[in-house]
């Protein structure tokens, strides 16, 4: 009943900016904890931001103060705005939705990735 689509990837030189948007769509009760994770080729996944239905945030450390999460809960959606971008950055970014589907099942559901290439 929910679906997530992601959007905004693409080719970046090094220092430059892109957004990552992904809207939420479906029949569902609401929407908690909106975030991003991101996976480069052999390496770990890692949890990049999160944002609360209140609109509080957490970021790792690598992207604190060049990325910045926000989140339309009348759209249901959730961007990704990336500044100063690094070759480092280069991953699959996923974005990701704690969803109460009914009261009686909550549960993560994922989009689908979105490529994000910082080279010069």
């Known amino acids: 009943q929910v679906q997530l689509v992601e959007s905004g990837g693409g080719l970046v030189q090094p220092g430059g900016s892109l957004r990552l948007s992904c809207a939420a769509s479906?029949?569902?009760?609401?929407?908690?904890?909106m975030g991003w994770y991101r996976q480069a080729p052999g390496k770990q996944r890692e949890l990049v931001a999160v944002?609360?239905?209140?609109?509080?945030?957490n970021y790792v450390d690598p992207v604190k103060g060049r990325f910045t999460i926000s989140r339309d809960n009348a759209k249901n959606t959730v961007d990704l705005q990336m500044n100063s971008l690094k070759p480092e950055d280069t991953a699959v970014y996923y974005c990701?939705?704690?969803?109460?589907?009914?009261?009686?099942?909550?549960?993560?559901?994922w989009g689908q990735g979105t490529q994000v290439t910082v080279s010069s």
């Open positions: 990701f939705a704690d969803v109460h589907v009914t009261w009686e099942r909550a549960g993560d559901y």
């Open positions: 944002i609360s239905s209140g609109g509080r945030t």
């Open positions: 479906g029949s569902f009760l609401s929407i908690n904890t």
